[in-house]
């Protein structure tokens, strides 16, 4: 009969482990309803090996929260092939796949809270966001965007958080169906910014030229026009 026999992991290797289970148990509950005790133990470890590896509570969630939001920050990345409307529902169903598998994590991170209210982690959510506006002014070929176009952009991607946290609330309405509806309202604010402002209006009429007959922002049009009728 053979005994198996557990293998010594490298640092590294073993601080990558304790973040991964932590990542896995944000997943289901809030990182402030974890525990240590519970990292530890889904770890196979002790707690104060744990506290080996990092030196308290906050900074294992910390390093948590780095990955994750690598992780979410990568999901704004798509290819520039292809019409705007459907790259950007791309995005969103990227976005909503991190939303589902992250949930109560996503939730408490958004909101705030003791665990994840440092400086750090306050850092690395605007890095989120930021990640995702420079990649939505390099689909759209603009380096120095001029005012009304980065509160476009910057609101449409509050708009984005704000939408996901209502709808891990119970989630009443179709995921696929909100994917839809916020590149719609990304066609609907610059749409409403171009009637105030030529520059925008040029933008729009670019970004509508190169949409096909099926892509999400002339189904907006065909949508408000059977309104208005």
């Known amino acids: 009969m053979t005994t198996g026999v557990r293998r010594r992991m490298g640092v590294e290797e073993r601080r990558q482990q304790l973040i991964a289970v932590a990542l896995e148990l944000f997943s289901r509950r809030s990182p402030d309803e974890v525990s240590i ?5 889904a770890a196979g470890i002790s707690r104060p090996l744990v506290y080996h590896y990092f030196p308290g509570k906050l900074s294992l969630y910390e390093a948590a929260l780095k990955r994750a ?3 979410l920050a990568g999901r704004f990345a798509e290819p520039h092939e ?5 790259r950007l529902l791309r995005v969103m169903r990227r976005f909503f796949d991190f939303v589902d598998e992250h949930g109560p994590g996503f939730s408490a991170l958004m909101r705030g809270g003791p665990a994840v209210g440092s400086s750090t982690t306050n850092a690395l959510i605007d890095s989120v966001r930021q990640a ?3 990649q939505i002014l390099s689909h759209l070929g ?11 952009v910057r609101s449409w991607i509050s ?11 119970g989630r009443r309405i179709p995921r696929a169906e909100l994917e839809v509806q916020l590149v719609h309202d990304f066609g609907a604010l610059v749409a409403v910014s171009a009637a105030h402002d030529e520059e925008m209006g ?12 099926d892509g999400p922002f002339l189904d907006l049009v065909g949508r408000l026009v059977a309104l208005a009728s």
Not at 142 to 151: D, G, I, K, S
Request: avoid cysteine.
């Open 202 to 213: 040029a933008l729009m009429r670019q970004v509508f030229r190169d949409e096909p007959a």
């Open 142 to 152: 603009v380096e120095e965007p001029p005012a009304r176009l980065e509160l476009v």
């Open 37 to 41: 005790d519970e990292i530890a133990s």
């Open 82 to 86: 292809g019409p705007l409307g459907a």
């Open 159 to 169: 708009l984005a958080e704000s939408t996901a946290l209502i709808w891990l609330d």
């Open 132 to 134: 995702a506006y420079d």
């Open 69 to 71: 939001s690598d992780d």
